[in-house]
């Protein structure tokens, strides 16, 4: 069967049984005491994920955007930023150089250093991230937390996007009930901001189209299948 027959979730799902890894979350953590080491990676391909005449500097703020989100999305602190890269030897410099510029200023935005990487010959372009972060295990948002009788919040502006790209700066994440005050203001004090937008629910994931609510099958996008399995909710 071809992967494109499965989807991403089912292919995790098997390569977990031969990995035994005990945790589907955002990132992956270490323990620290009080608190968590958050490790993350991150790919995006040319023929994927940089559409022709992509400007690179957008490109360069999307590759370190989507690393350091999956950080955010456990109320995470960045800390550093590695990076692999594997590039046709017909790429123009000044592609790379564009690319890099735009890499560095989100890494700078949220106080990342960038510390060091990989560069190998290759076919394409495909550009790997490595992004290392922080927090204390009280304020940590783990997947496995979600529950009834918690807030569902936000950061950002939702909708939010540019030139074509959507940076995923708008992260959801839930909390208990009466936790969330604190939460906000520990949030508050990184000066990232966070709104509450309801309760948690039990049932189906669900998109909004501008329109109408839509059930999503499988429990999120598949990034091996053509298009998302969506119907409407009776």
């Known amino acids: 069967m071809k992967l494109g027959d499965l989807g991403e979730r089912k292919i995790i799902s098997v390569l977990s049984n031969i990995t035994g890894l005990p945790y589907k979350d955002d990132c992956s953590f270490i323990d620290n005491g009080d ?42 602190k960045p800390l550093a930023f590695m990076t692999a890269y594997s590039i046709s030897p017909d790429t123009e410099m000044d592609f790379l150089e564009d ?75 839930s909390i208990d009930e009466k936790d969330y005050k604190d939460f906000s203001s520990a949030m508050e004090s990184e000066h990232i901001n966070v709104n509450f937008i309801g309760e948690t629910w039990k049932g189906d994931n669900i998109i909004f189209d501008g329109e109408s609510w839509s059930e999503i099958e499988d429990r999120g996008y598949e990034h091996f299948r053509p298009s998302p399995h969506m119907g409407k909710i009776s």
């Open 99 to 173: 690319l890099e510029q735009g890499m560095m200023k989100t890494l700078k935005r949220y106080n990342t250093d960038f510390i060091g990487g990989d560069l190998k010959e290759g076919d394409d372009i495909t550009l790997t991230g490595i992004a290392i972060g922080t927090q204390t295990k009280k304020l940590t948002r783990k997947r496995s937390d979600i529950a009834e009788k918690q807030m569902v919040g936000y950061t950002n502006d939702l909708g939010r996007a540019a030139s074509g790209y959507i940076f995923y700066n708008e992260i959801l994440f």
């Open 35 to 76: 608190s968590y080491f958050l490790l993350t990676t991150d790919v995006i391909g040319q023929k994927t994920h940089m559409p022709k005449g992509s400007d690179p500097y957008l490109i360069g703020q999307f590759f370190a955007s989507i690393n350091l989100s999956d950080i955010a999305a456990m109320a995470g």
